[in-house]
């Protein structure tokens, strides 16, 4: 028999055998309630958080927050653009409301089908209700294509919306591939995908309504 792993605040996340002998996960669930600022000016949309964070779990260099692990560029970025420290939870959500910009999820819970932090290893999704997000400022930022598809499939958008570069640094390779990357790679060597984040990212993460 496997024993359940207890996480904080009496979560349980019981792995089982299913009958191909392969390991899958009951239900996860989304750790952290959407930001929303007084002051709104945009509100930026993912899917879900890792593994990690879902249950948990953290390791060294995580925050519990969202785009909090180790690996993802959001917070990076935005240290880099704002001169702030941004090393934990009540500072991320505190820059957040002072530059009035909303965060949020598309999912609020889900099965993770591997055990790993893949999108396309969800199953079984119970959707988080963002309408009144959506309808309440002027511009939407999704961190991915997958967050901008599930959001207007569900929600019609009648705001301006921007899919940004992917945070995640999984999507680093992708990002390399481009052809506009390529170009500014070319010209520059010590171009990165970081440098290319911080350009598409400046004109929206700053201080102030």
Same mark, same amino acid.
């Given at each position: 028999?496997?024993?359940?792993?207890?996480?904080?605040? #009496?979560?349980?996340?019981?792995?089982?055998?299913?009958?191909?002998?392969?390991?899958?996960?009951?239900?996860?669930?989304?750790?952290?309630?959407?930001?929303?600022?007084?002051?709104?000016?945009?509100?930026?949309?993912?899917?879900?958080?890792?593994?990690?964070? =879902?249950?948990?779990?953290?390791?060294?260099?995580?925050?519990?927050?969202?785009?909090?692990?180790?690996? *993802?560029?959001?917070?990076?970025?935005?240290?880099?653009? =704002?001169?702030?420290?941004? *090393?934990?939870?009540?500072?991320?959500?505190?820059?957040?409301?002072?530059?009035?910009?909303?965060?949020?999820?598309?999912?609020?819970?889900?099965?993770?089908?591997?055990?790993?932090?893949?999108?396309?290893?969800?199953?079984?999704?119970?959707?988080?209700? #963002?309408?009144?997000?959506?309808?309440?400022?002027?511009?939407?930022?999704?961190?991915?294509?997958?967050?901008?598809?599930?959001?207007?499939?569900?929600?019609?958008?009648?705001?301006?919306?921007?899919?940004?570069?992917?945070?995640?640094?999984?999507? #680093?390779?992708?990002?390399?591939?481009?052809?506009?990357?390529?170009?500014?790679?070319?010209?520059?060597?010590?171009?990165?995908?970081?440098?290319?984040?911080?350009?598409?990212?400046?004109?929206?993460?700053?201080?102030?309504?």
């Amino acid at each position: 028999m496997v024993k359940p792993a207890v996480f904080a605040q #009496n979560q349980y996340i019981l792995p089982i055998k299913s009958i191909h002998g392969k390991i899958q996960y009951m239900r996860s669930y989304h750790p952290y309630p959407p930001v929303v600022p007084t002051c709104m000016r945009y509100v930026v949309v993912g899917t879900f958080p890792p593994a990690r964070l =879902t249950e948990h779990r953290l390791a060294a260099g995580d925050v519990p927050f969202y785009y909090g692990s180790r690996e *993802n560029y959001l917070w990076p970025v935005i240290r880099e653009l =704002t001169g702030l420290t941004l *090393n934990s939870s009540d500072e991320m959500c505190a820059y957040l409301h002072q530059a009035g910009i909303g965060m949020t999820d598309t999912i609020a819970s889900c099965i993770r089908t591997d055990g790993s932090s893949s999108d396309a290893a969800l199953r079984d999704i119970a959707w988080r209700d #963002n309408s009144a997000l959506l309808e309440n400022c002027a511009h939407v930022l999704f961190t991915s294509v997958r967050a901008m598809k599930d959001t207007v499939r569900r929600h019609p958008l009648n705001v301006a919306w921007t899919v940004l570069p992917s945070p995640s640094g999984s999507s #680093n390779r992708s990002i390399g591939a481009g052809e506009a990357y390529r170009r500014m790679k070319s010209a520059d060597p010590a171009f990165n995908t970081f440098r290319w984040r911080l350009l598409a990212y400046e004109q929206w993460f700053v201080l102030g309504c």
